[in-house]
């Protein structure tokens, strides 16, 4: 195997050439100026010993007329001639223990000592010839018939060989340097033709990757740099041969990748693009040409369809991580031009062999026509749903109906006989809650908020409904609420309906015994509760259907159950998941909304509202008449003085006129939708703002959304749903009133 | 008649032309002039030739400087009276003088002084200490180092000592330096000008009485008037300054009219011409 990784800097022939020849000069130099400066330093070392020793036998065979004469002042004059010699550095005439002269080279000049002892012993002859670092001392007798009668002392000192060293180096480098120049310059020379070939060779093959085919010649001597040639020419036709065998295979891959029916975007490792099929310009409305070479996110924009926004770009998303990529449901390519297309595929890494990320393919196809096709299929089938639906709801509201218009009817019979009619009457009293059960099964079914909001403690609330589901059953329940779960905030009656309708059909399928378990733990602001049951499980095939509406596996079951559950959980912005394993057990797991607020305390026992309707003015706005009017006669009954308004407009002009009359009203009671006027919430709001401690009660049988429910509680005091009972009604005055 | 007359008028006119040549002679009269040869010849020939042609110049007497190899030539001429001028040693003026009577004329103004000096660190506090001991002495015949220094020793303090003569001033004082003579003899001045070690080793432990300079002096046939017209001519040169490096060799410096009776008179006690060497 080849391994394209380059190591080290390639060092150029040229200069590995230069510095080789040039070590070798500088050796070679080194060792020459090296033996001449030894020698010369010996040389001159010889010297210097044989000149002071000749010194000092001249001076001493000289002196010893004189020495015998007395003739100190002649002796002292010719020493001092002889400091003419600059490499004299001492003379001196010894005698026995005194120096009786001694002239010394000092930087003032010449120093001279008369008399002063002497610091060898001279009764023993000294060592003719000594050394040390700066010096050569040499002694010579002063000797009459064998007898030593003084001693000259020269000392010389080592300068001039010093100096001398010095010069010899100095022209030692200029012949070492000078031999540098003149190697170099030679080798430059000698090797310019050489090094000529050895350029072009490197130009050659450096050119190979954009001219190879090609072939060079070079007129040379040199075997090697031939050999070199034929290599680099021998390597130029292969590169040609392959590149060509590459590119006719590139060509049937691109002709392959060109005729898939997806769209295909490839990538380099920087998410450049590299490739792009007919497909995908048709797609995209770019061609290939535009959008070569630019990063994929600058041209193609991926937005969400339920939220406009821009969708990340998933081809970034795989060179970050270089993992696959599936484009999520409701992506939508933003063309060119503006039109937007549903998509959907994926975006894959390309691995090399060794493992290293060369790009990404990105594979997609246009789905618009699919998605249409769906989405009318699901219109229909909620057409379908909702006849199945309406019909459903009028046969039981007929049926409602007539048992209400029957005891009605009894009633009269019986008018002379109070007991049947308040009978009667209580039977139509029920009958209507059973109608505004139905009414309100149909609001959950619906994307509507719950239009009542209360605190729950999760724990007691799912004790009683389990209580209420599994007592008397074989089943065991296992209820695992930690206390720093958050409490539950909603609608009781939609809460009721959810874990009731999963508790039941826990016990439905557990049957003849088994465990339940029920667990609770925050999730963010949701709380995360799972109901697990040990049950057979649900078989694969109808798991993905169980949330649909009119889907049963029950005998006699509705099929509305799960959907209607669902349905209301995701109206609180939560989620169900399901989690089935057949022979194991099913788990559902539901995202509620949880609050840290407390569960209100038990209120105080409420004060008769005979007694608190006294003195109390309220305007009661609502477009239907009949509700308008028997809301009226009841609030009179319990003593509350009562107009009415039949929509907001009226109702805020009665509103200011009895403020102008300094009477105003105390309570409002208004209906949310009035056409052709203005509404409850914009009625409320008017009058907030003329009176602000006015109280407000909205009635509605539907509200938008939990957004729209919370802005309400801006404007209301309490909001009474429809249809309500008297129970209700009473309560709702009397938490207002005395609040 | 003719032959004699005419014989006789070449003799008058030769006894004409020899009495006025003589009386050109007696005019052109050339002086014999001596220098001691104590000092190198080629200086006494280059500077008094030089002296001498000036003074010929200014009086219009001739001088002859006669130059002499040793000094027993020069005091056999000057004893005999064959030089009618000399510039001679200060024993050779009392010499000259008890045997030719020759007269002083000029001499330099500074008396001269010789000094014994011995090491500092010597035990010799006076003369007397010195007896029996090695004394270094310049030349023989130098005076006053040498003979006058003998002379006042021996006549005077009556001592003995061994005289050792170490041909140079510097080299008795060094001799003295370097412990090899007890005491030495030299002048005054040649102390003073030896190297500062050299003189703080050594102290002077005499000085001789003041004796005066060498003199020139002149032959007693030497008329008066030649006589004055040299002193008073050499007087007016020396204060020239061509004659500067002169003053430097021969101790003529600053002259002045020599007396022998005030001068030299008071050092023939000393009995000098006992101590040159001959």
Redesign the interface.
């Known amino acids: 195997m080849f391994s394209n990784k380059i190591h080290k800097k390639p060092i150029s022939v040229k200069f590995f050439l230069i510095t080789l020849f040039l070590f070798v000069f500088l050796l070679f130099a080194l060792i020459f100026s090296s033996i001449v400066l030894y020698n010369n330093y010996k040389s001159l070392y010889k010297q210097n010993v044989q000149k002071g020793s000749n010194y000092a036998e001249s001076l001493a065979t000289f002196s010893l007329e004189y020495y015998l004469n007395?003739?100190?002042?002649?002796l002292?004059k010719v020493y001092y001639r002889l400091f003419s010699d600059e490499s004299i550095q001492e003379i001196s005439l010894l005698e026995k223990g005194t120096c009786?002269?001694r002239l010394t080279r000092k930087h003032e000049g010449i120093k001279?000592?008369?008399?002063i002892p002497c610091q060898r012993d001279f009764d023993k002859p000294p060592s003719l010839f000594m050394e040390d670092k700066e010096e050569l001392i040499f002694y010579a007798p002063l000797t009459v018939d064998a007898e030593t009668l003084a001693w000259i002392k020269i000392v010389i000192n080592k300068r001039d060989l010093t100096s001398l060293l010095l010069s010899l180096v100095k022209v030692s480098f200029f012949i070492f340097v000078l031999s540098i120049i003149l190697s170099i310059s030679l080798l430059l020379f000698l090797l310019r033709i050489p090094l000529r070939n050895l350029s072009a060779l490197e130009n050659f093959a450096r050119s190979l990757p954009e001219k190879f085919g090609n072939t060079i010649s070079i007129i040379c001597l040199f075997k090697e740099l031939k050999t070199l040639e034929e290599a680099l020419n021998y390597a130029s036709l292969k590169l040609k041969e392959f590149a060509n065998s590459i590119e006719t295979e590139k060509d049937k891959l691109l002709v392959t990748l060109l005729s898939i029916g997806d769209a295909v975007i490839v990538t380099n490792e920087k998410g450049e693009v590299i490739l792009m099929n007919k497909i995908a310009e048709d797609l995209t409305g770019y061609t290939f040409e535009e959008v070569k070479g630019k990063k994929v996110r600058e041209f193609l924009k991926l937005v969400s369809e339920q939220t406009g926004k821009p969708l990340e770009d998933p081809i970034s998303a795989v060179l970050v991580d270089g993992k696959r990529r599936e484009l999520a449901n409701h992506t939508l390519l933003v063309k060119r031009d503006g039109e937007k297309l549903f998509i959907e595929d994926s975006a894959s890494p390309i691995f090399s062999k060794e493992g290293g990320l060369l790009g990404v393919v990105f594979v997609f196809r246009d789905v618009t026509e699919k998605v249409k096709t769906q989405r009318e299929l699901m219109r229909l089938e909620k057409m379908s749903l909702v006849n199945r639906l309406a019909g459903g709801i009028a046969h039981d509201l007929n049926n409602l109906l007539s048992g209400m218009l029957n005891y009605i009817y009894l009633a009269y019979f019986n008018k002379s006989q109070i007991e049947k009619v308040i009978e009667a009457l209580s039977k139509v009293e029920n009958l209507i809650a059973q109608a505004s059960s139905l009414t309100r099964s149909l609001l959950d079914l619906s994307k509507g908020a719950p239009l009542v909001s209360e605190v729950i403690d999760l724990k007691t609330f799912l004790s009683e409904i389990a209580n209420f589901v599994f007592t008397g059953t074989p089943i065991i329940v296992y209820l695992d609420i930690p206390e720093d779960v958050m409490n539950l905030k909603g609608d009781p009656a939609q809460f009721l309906e959810i874990f009731q309708n999963l508790f039941i059909n826990a016990r439905d399928v557990l049957g003849s015994g088994g465990r339940v378990e029920i667990k609770a733990e925050n999730a963010e602001e949701f709380i995360k509760i799972s109901i697990s049951d040990n049950g057979p499980g649900i078989p694969e095939e109808i798991l993905p259907h169980i949330f649909e509406p009119f889907f049963t596996t029950k005998e006699g079951g509705t099929g509305l159950g799960l959907f209607i559950v669902k349905n209301i959980v995701e109206n609180y912005g939560g989620k169900i998941e399901v989690y089935s394993e057949k022979g194991r057990g099913t788990t559902f797991v539901l995202y509620l909304p949880g609050t840290q607020e407390e569960v209100k305390k038990e209120e105080r026992e409420l004060p008769d509202l005979f007694k608190v309707a006294r003195n109390i003015k309220v305007l009661i706005v609502d477009d239907e008449p009949e509700i308008r009017t028997s809301l009226k006669e009841i609030l009179e009954y319990f003593g509350f003085s009562v107009e009415t308004a039949e929509n907001g407009d009226r109702a805020l002009e009665i509103f200011k006129n009895s403020l102008e009359k300094e009477s105003p009203y105390n309570l409002i009671i208004t209906d949310f939708t009035m056409p052709g006027s203005l509404s409850g919430p914009e009625l409320a709001k008017a009058i907030k703002e003329i009176k602000k401690d006015t109280k407000i009660i909205g009635t509605s049988g539907y509200i938008k959304s939990q957004d729209e429910l919370r802005e309400m509680y801006t404007f209301f005091e309490a909001i009474l749903p429809k249809p309500y009972n008297l129970y209700t009604l009473k309560e709702t005055l009397l938490k207002v009133l005395s609040s | 008649m003719n032959f004699y007359f005419k014989n006789s008028r070449f003799f008058f006119i030769c006894c004409f032309l020899l009495f006025f040549s003589g009386k050109v002679w007696g005019l052109e009269r050339v002086y014999t002039f001596g220098v001691v040869p104590l000092f190198i010849p080629s200086q006494i020939h280059k500077y008094w030739i030089l002296l001498l042609n000036d003074l010929e110049k200014e009086t219009g007497v001739k001088f002859e400087l006669k130059h002499y190899k040793s000094l027993n030539d020069f005091e056999s001429d000057l004893l005999s009276g064959k030089l009618d001028f000399a510039f001679v040693s200060v024993y050779h003026a009392i010499m000259a003088k008890s045997s030719q009577g020759y007269i002083p004329l000029v001499r330099g103004k500074k008396p001269l002084i010789g000094i014994l000096i011995v090491r500092k660190d010597s035990p010799y506090k006076k003369v007397k200490d010195l007896n029996g001991k090695k004394i270094?002495f310049p030349e023989r015949n130098l005076f006053p180092g040498s003979i006058y220094m003998r002379a006042v020793l021996e006549e005077i303090f009556k001592i003995k000592y061994k005289a050792?003569f170490?041909?140079?001033h510097?080299?008795v004082?060094?001799?003295v330096?370097?412990?090899?003579?007890d005491a030495g003899s030299t002048g005054i001045h040649h102390l003073a000008r030896q190297?500062e070690?050299?003189r703080a080793?050594l102290r002077i432990l005499y000085k001789t009485p003041p004796a005066p300079p060498p003199p020139i002096i002149a032959h007693p046939r030497i008329s008066s008037e030649i006589r004055n017209l040299f002193t008073e001519t050499f007087l007016k040169l020396s204060k020239k300054k061509p004659l500067k490096d002169f003053f430097k060799i021969f101790p003529l410096e600053e002259p002045v009219k020599a007396d022998y009776q005030r001068d030299y008179k008071p050092l023939e006690k000393f009995k000098l011409e006992r101590y040159v060497f001959k």
């Open positions: 007395l003739d100190f002042a002649t002292e009786l002269l001279i000592d008369y008399a | 270094g050792l170490l041909k140079t510097d080299n004082i060094r001799n330096v370097l412990r090899k003579v190297p070690e050299i080793s």
